[in-house]
Structure formats: C-alpha cells, structure tokens
Nanobody, 124 residues
Framework: QVQLVESGGGSVQAGGSLRLVCEAT????????MGWFRQVPGKEREEVAA????????CYADSVKGRFTISQDAAKNVLFLQMDNLKPEDTGMYYC?????????????????WGQGTQVTVTD
C-alpha cells in the first residue's frame, strides 16, 4: 500500500522560505515521476514541480521557476520542495504525488498516489 506523508508547511511572510518534505512508503519509483501540486479552495489543482527518479530534467510550473527547487533522495524515497522568495499567491494546500503510470513530467492525470497535503500560507 502506497502512503505519502507531507510535512514542512506553515505560515511565512512574503519573501520567506519553506521546505516541504514528502516521505513515501510502499512506492516503487522506477522511471516515473514524483511531484508537488497545490490547490486553493474554489480553484483547480495546480501543478508545481515534478522530478524523475534519475534526478534529471525536473520540471516546474512557470509561476515557480527560479524560486522553487525540487529534489529527491530516491534511496530513502523522500521528496523535497525548497520554496524561496515566497509570494502570497503561493498560498495553498500542497500535495505530494507519485505517478501510478508512465507519463510526462507534470501530466497530472498520471499521478495516482496522493498525500493528505500540508498547508502553506504566505502573508504580505
């Protein structure tokens, strides 16, 4: 049984940083991607970043490029998201996800495993 558990969320002022951590159990990474998504109540879920097991060619949403960095420790099945220069529009529930079938880096419909989420709140 796959279980993804996020941590590291919190409240921070604009310009600050947070580091999200996702610990995965029961998940076989293989050549698939793991990633981060976020959602604000009343809005659709948004892709943030994803990375393949071989650590090559991570992908990012345009809105976070240059500010967020995704990384992983495949040996420990842990995924990270370093978020710097946070903005109020980054506020949302952040979900860790793993692909359940092969697909492109941020092809959301291929991500079948999801965590419960961790809240990130950025204030002015």
């Amino acid at each position: 049984q796959v279980q993804l558990v996020e941590s590291g969320g919190g409240s921070v002022q604009a310009g600050g940083s947070l580091r999200l951590v996702c610990e995965a159990t029961g998940y076989t990474w293989r050549s698939r991607h793991m990633g981060w998504f976020r959602q604000v109540p009343g809005k659709e879920r948004e892709e943030v970043a994803a990375i393949p097991m071989n650590d090559r060619s991570p992908c990012y949403a345009d809105s976070v490029k240059g500010r967020f960095t995704i990384s992983q420790d495949a040996a420990k099945n842990v995924l990270f998201l370093q978020m710097d220069n946070l903005k109020p529009e980054d506020t949302g529930m952040y979900y860790c996800a793993g692909q359940s079938r092969f697909g492109r880096c941020l092809q959301s419909e291929t991500f079948g495993y999801w965590g419960q989420g961790t809240q990130v709140t950025v204030t002015d």
